[in-house]
């Protein structure tokens, strides 16, 4: 859930390893278009992190799976390739 306020600059996910930051991810990489959002009474329903692992990040976005490989920064949008 995002406050009703919420941005495209709203940071969603950042990536660190060994306590340096490799990479932020904000709501607007992870949605084709910010009038996806799903309005519930108080927010907006985003999406949920599925998994994480050495290779990258999924992510159920409410536009549908988003894909994140760590070696590259590559985000994966919903029927991209």
Known sequence: MVNKDVTAQEVMLTLYKNGVLIKEYKLGQLLNT???LKPTSSH???GN??????Y???I???EG???IVHST???YLPNES
């Open 56 to 58: 990258g990040v999924e």
């Open 34 to 36: 910010m009038d996806s």
């Open 49 to 54: 992190i599925m998994h994480i692992d050495d």
């Open 73 to 75: 920064g590559k985000v």
């Open 65 to 67: 799976l988003v894909g």
């Open 44 to 46: 907006y329903h985003w």
């Open 60 to 62: 159920e976005t409410v």
